[in-house]
């Protein structure tokens, strides 16, 4: 069962809430840049991710899915949110350059159809980031946030059902190393800093990126039969024709001895 909408609004409008934002956006800001002249598609509830893009992406559409609802985002004046099924995103084929996933897969039915519409939509050079929780983190143990539900992923899981999905991984990354505790969110740059190189398996949120395989299909050509018709009876050269003789006559012509010449 997902979470509610204004469940998800109240924590990230919490200290750690904003320090989830803050470590996510950074490390988007390391893998796509400022986004400039791009379309971006955020699915689950990304919008506290991808605010700071809109000004310089060319579009930035969100996709949250029916069973959470949706938000208006990001003003009263000027909705980007539309509520999308999972099984079928209402965006044509290869329409987006970027894609990012945030409380989208874990609590998802059938994660693999989940991202095959996530390829679906994707450029063929675009790009697309799935964040999860992570199996070995603190968060996916803490129900109080949202990654405290749901499904959690490990590397090797997240990167199997990607390309089940022909997605390729292409990289991948790691945030979130403060305890997941409210008043321990003023410290949070420290955990970043200190758990990237003390304890970096022990993050809360795992992050990977990956491409869309395109697969040149090849017309392979079928060998055709052709008849051919071979008449049951093939023409042969009649015989030359042989004297008649009296089989007797003729035995004895082969053994009479021969004639002496005079």
Not at 67 to 81: C, H, I, K, R
Not at 203 to 230: C, I, Y
């Amino acid at each position: 069962m997902r979470r509610d909408v204004l469940e998800l609004r109240q924590f990230y409008a919490s200290d750690l809430g904003r320090a989830a934002r803050t470590m996510v956006e950074r490390k988007l800001l390391e893998a796509w840049g400022d986004a400039h002249g791009q379309d971006i598609l955020a699915l689950g509830y990304a919008t506290p991710f991808v605010g700071n893009l809109r000004d310089r992406a060319r579009r930035v559409v969100a996709g949250m899915p029916a069973q959470q609802g949706v938000e208006v985002w990001p003003t009263p004046e000027g909705n980007l949110a539309t509520l999308t099924p999972e099984d079928s995103l209402p965006f044509q084929n290869a329409l987006f350059d970027r894609v990012l996933v945030v409380h989208g897969l874990e609590e998802s039915p059938d994660p693999v159809g989940y991202l095959r519409e996530v390829w679906r939509v994707l450029s063929p050079s675009g790009k697309a980031i799935i964040a999860v929780a992570s199996r070995d983190g603190l968060w996916a143990g803490s129900e109080s946030t949202p990654f405290g539900h749901g499904r959690p992923y490990s590397r090797s899981q997240l990167a199997e059902l990607l390309r089940e999905a022909d997605l390729e991984p292409s990289g991948w990354t790691r945030a979130l190393y403060v305890p997941p505790i409210g008043w321990m969110a003023r410290w949070a740059e420290g955990f970043e800093q200190a758990g990237s190189r003390l304890w970096p398996r022990f993050a809360g949120l795992l992050l990977m990126e990956a491409v869309k395989q395109t697969f040149a299909v090849k017309p392979q050509g079928t060998r055709a039969r052709r008849r051919v018709v071979r008449p049951v009876l093939l023409p042969a050269p009649s015989p030359a024709p042989v004297s008649q003789a009296p089989v007797g006559e003729g035995l004895r012509r082969r053994l009479a001895p021969p004639r002496r010449r005079s």
